[in-house]
């Protein structure tokens, strides 16, 4: 394997070594759990859930750990709006949270901590970083003093007189330097709160993250993840208070997604132009969803729009009629058609197309390019399938090959997502025929709606009723 990742922190392709051999410690930025995830959020869930896929797929034992934060201001001010407490919140969006991961579906992650309950962890991270002089008490606030990193801002490539101070770095008169952000909050009255050397408080944002991965993956992650809008603070800071009191890299890669936009125009509040995925998921499959993320580079912007979806759901159904081909075929000669020995020809064909596909993904997760390899193998298995004889072992290879690249990308239902299995439409089918040739037609349309309202299309073909998934 030859798989490079575009890192952040270099700006370049690196090659992709693992600290240890045969595992990989991946940890992606998960949600403040204060609402429904919109699509810009469902961008990194599916993109590194094929990362992840990716990896594994080739071998990887993969410690995949996506956190929650389940307290901080945003949450403080929805749960008062709502009348209940954050704890009530977060329980009700998290509980959201992973109904819309799986219906986006992507896998679920191997560890996924909160905030909440990594407080200890958190305080005694703070603890040592006091201990050190690389962090101070002030008002009942605790602040990294980034004088004592100089490397501050080597993710984003600015320098300390650069750097613009944005939503999570307070300007404080608390604070030695304006650059120096919060890791424990004092708690304000009635706020929700944990005790600590430095009196009641909660913590700070970027804090989570350090104490998460020191407690679930060491001192260095092999791939750090998120969207492009983390890598200044948030990511920034990690890093500085990270390898502040470690002394090593926070990550040996730092992966970031691009934005999604909506019609060409930015996803803003302001603009009211926000879609919520769950609403989206009603009209919408997972697969075209993903198709969607998909068929754009990670690192590219993504635009969202009807036109966009729309070219997405063409593109599963013509990969979902290929592979439904390939199975209608398979059938017909498991029921005594003519079966040729194996196509080396079309094999090697094939092996050619499997070949681009992983190197595709070895290139920086090329996913667009990956998704091209899979169409060559549609085009080769659409003119096979021409012929009047195949051969079963063929039409299996191709269904294998097929696994395998969806076993990737998810953009296909597998057998187990399928809302029936392939042997129980085969025998409703039967019976459809059974009971038009003795004429209950009543019962042949039944059988028929009901194949229809699971999705499943029949036509008639010269070799017998074929069938489809929509």
């Given at each position: 394997m030859n798989l490079k990742i575009y890192d952040s922190m270099t700006r370049d392709l690196q090659p992709f070594v693992p600290r240890e051999q045969g595992?990989?410690?991946?940890?992606?930025?998960?949600?403040?759990?204060?609402d429904y995830i919109h699509i810009g959020n469902a961008r990194p869930v599916i993109f590194f859930d094929v990362v992840r896929r990716y990896l594994e797929a080739v071998g990887f034992d993969v410690n995949y750990i996506v956190n929650y934060t389940d307290v901080d201001d945003k949450m403080i001010r929805k749960a008062a709006e709502m009348g209940i407490t954050v704890p009530e919140l977060a329980e009700k969006f998290i509980a959201?949270?992973?109904e819309d991961r799986e219906a986006l579906g992507a896998k679920t992650p191997t560890v996924a901590p909160r905030v909440t309950e990594t407080i200890e962890e958190i305080v005694a991270f703070i603890g040592e970083l006091v201990e050190q002089g690389k962090a101070y008490e002030s008002g009942g606030d605790v602040y990294f003093r980034t004088s004592t990193?100089?490397?501050y801002g080597k993710l984003s490539h600015k320098n300390l007189d650069e750097l613009q101070y944005g939503i999570r770095i307070d300007v404080d008169e608390r604070k030695e330097n304006p650059q120096d952000f919060v890791l424990w909050k004092a708690a304000k009255p009635g706020e929700i709160h944990w005790s600590s050397p430095w009196g009641e408080g909660r913590p700070g944002w970027h804090i989570e993250c350090s104490a998460m991965v020191r407690k679930f993956a060491g001192d260095t992650l092999d791939i750090h993840g998120g969207g492009h809008d983390l890598q200044f603070p948030h990511h920034e800071c990690e890093i500085a208070q990270s390898e502040s009191l470690t002394g090593e890299p926070l990550s040996r890669y730092w992966m970031h997604n691009g934005f999604v936009n909506i019609n060409n125009e930015k996803m803003s509040k302001s603009l009211g132009n926000g879609i919520n995925v769950r609403q989206l998921?009603?009209?919408?499959?997972?697969?075209?969803?993903?198709y969607l993320m998909l068929a754009t580079h990670y690192r590219s912007p993504l635009n969202f729009s009807d036109e966009t979806i729309r070219q997405a759901n063409n593109s599963v159904e013509r990969l979902t009629n290929n592979r439904d081909n390939v199975k209608h075929?398979?059938?017909?000669?498991?029921?005594?058609?003519?079966s040729l020995p194996a196509n080396e020809g079309l094999r090697s064909r094939l092996e050619q197309h499997r070949a681009d596909f992983h190197s595709r993904m070895?290139?920086?997760f090329s996913t667009p390019d990956a998704i091209t390899a899979w169409f060559g193998v549609v085009s080769e298995v659409n003119a096979y399938l021409q012929r009047e004889a195949v051969s079963e072992s063929d039409l299996l290879f191709i269904l294998d090959l097929i696994a395998e690249m969806n076993g990737v990308l998810g953009l296909l239902p597998s057998e187990e997502e399928a809302g029936l299995l392939d042997e129980e439409v085969d025998a409703l089918i039967a019976e459809r025929t059974l009971a038009r040739a003795n004429r209950n037609f009543a019962r042949a349309d039944e059988i028929r709606d009901l194949l229809a309202e699971r999705g499943i299309l029949l036509e008639d073909t010269p070799q017998g009723i074929r069938w489809r998934r929509k």
């Open positions: 595992k990989v410690n991946m940890y992606v930025c998960g949600p403040t759990v204060y959201a949270f992973k990193f100089p490397e998921l009603k009209n919408t499959s997972r697969y075209a969803i993903r075929r398979l059938s017909t000669v498991a029921k005594g058609s003519l070895q290139d920086d």
